[in-house]
């Protein structure tokens, strides 16, 4: 089923949780909106699965307006941050629950419902735990039953708000690889919300960013990591360094650093902010005739296969965060207190106007 948005706006009394916000979600796709507390993601969640109803604007599934439709004409399966299981009832009675209490004309038989849910256990690899109850299961199976739950009445949408953000690191890593592979078989189109970035980046297809009810960026993961559209996109996505100063004809003046930004030849003595990330950055030992921003360095974190440097510009004090691989730094012999050229191997510039 393919989902278009057109136009969504909400307001909760005086906040904006929507603005005129449009998207289109291909059918088969697993797309995530992605972005801080309370950008509008969960809202948008909601009001596509008709939980929520928009002050303006229209949900169009399969080219047909579903505003008017309930939420139960909709055939969304939706999964919540803490599972919502019904206590009182099995594992295998939690995903058997949409069956039946579908009407009696569209219920499947006994034999149906069984062969059915069994055949859901199986998927999620927890056939073993059929006859369990939720207390006994751990979060992430928890969350596995959930799914398995939404995936019973065969929605042509699934929607999850932060399906892992209640488990702990470990867990949700293999989660997400789960779901990965359980979308590659199922291929029903899903939508799930987090503001983890590493979540978005890793299971998505596509990701929407969110910030304050505006989308900001729509594009393929490597997308907008890589080329982030605004300076929020750049900020949220990862680490970023810094550099305020001004752009006049490609060159970036920032402190004592001249850094060059062809992409802004055109500019004369305009306020920016160049954007660097920790990987783009190169460390040359100190020399008198070297090129580059003058720092030094404070401290090394050089476990596992990446070094981790915090160092401090000898012009204005600000801190520069560079990730380097762990040998490059080895050879390098750096100790703390070292004096280094820092080179950005790419800038990113964003004027005054756009920041």
């Not at 050089?302 to 050879?331: H, M, W, Y």
Request: net charge negative; charged share 25%; hydrophobic share 40%.
């Amino acid at each position: 089923m393919s989902i278009e948005v057109r136009n969504i706006g909400k307001r909760f009394g005086d906040f904006v949780a929507l603005d005129n916000v449009s998207l289109d979600f291909p059918t088969g796709e697993l797309t995530a909106l992605l972005g801080p507390s309370g950008c509008g993601k969960t809202t948008l969640l909601r009001v596509i699965a008709g939980l929520e109803q928009p002050d303006r604007g229209q949900v169009i599934l399969d080219g047909e307006d579903a505003s008017v439709r309930h939420v139960r004409e909709r055939q969304v399966g939706f999964v919540f941050q803490h599972y919502a299981l019904f206590k009182h009832l099995s594992v295998f009675e939690n995903i058997a629950f949409g069956l039946r209490v579908k009407p009696r004309h569209l219920r499947p038989s006994e034999k149906e419902i069984r062969e059915k849910v069994m055949q859901l256990l199986s998927l999620v690899q927890l056939d073993w735990l059929a006859d369990r109850y939720p207390s006994q299961l751990s979060g992430g199976q928890r969350q596995r039953i959930a799914l398995a739950r939404a995936l019973a009445v065969e929605p042509r949408v699934l929607l999850l708000d932060e399906p892992f953000g209640a488990l702990d690191a470990k867990v949700r890593k293999e989660l997400r690889r789960w779901l990965r592979r359980l979308h590659d078989e199922l291929h029903v189109t899903s939508i799930f919300v987090t503001h983890d970035q590493e979540e978005a980046l890793e299971v998505a297809d596509r990701v929407v960013l969110m910030n304050r009810g505006k989308v900001e960026q729509v594009g393929a993961p490597d997308e907008v990591y890589n080329h982030p559209a605004t300076p929020f996109v750049y900020g949220f996505l990862g680490n970023v360094n810094l550099f305020h100063g001004r752009v006049h004809e490609g060159v970036l003046a920032a402190g004592d650093a001249s850094l060059p930004v062809p992409d802004h030849s055109h500019a004369r003595d305009a306020a920016g902010v160049g954007y660097v990330r920790p990987h783009e950055l190169d460390i040359v030992p100190y020399t008198p005739d070297g090129e580059g921003i003058l720092a030094e360095l404070k401290r090394a974190h050089a476990i596992g296969p990446l070094a981790q440097l915090e160092l401090e510009r000898s012009d204005d004090g600000s801190l520069i965060e560079a990730v380097l691989p762990t040998e490059q730094f080895a050879k390098l012999n750096l100790k703390p207190g070292a004096t280094v050229h820092v080179k950005p191997k790419r800038v990113r510039v964003f004027l005054d106007e756009a920041v």
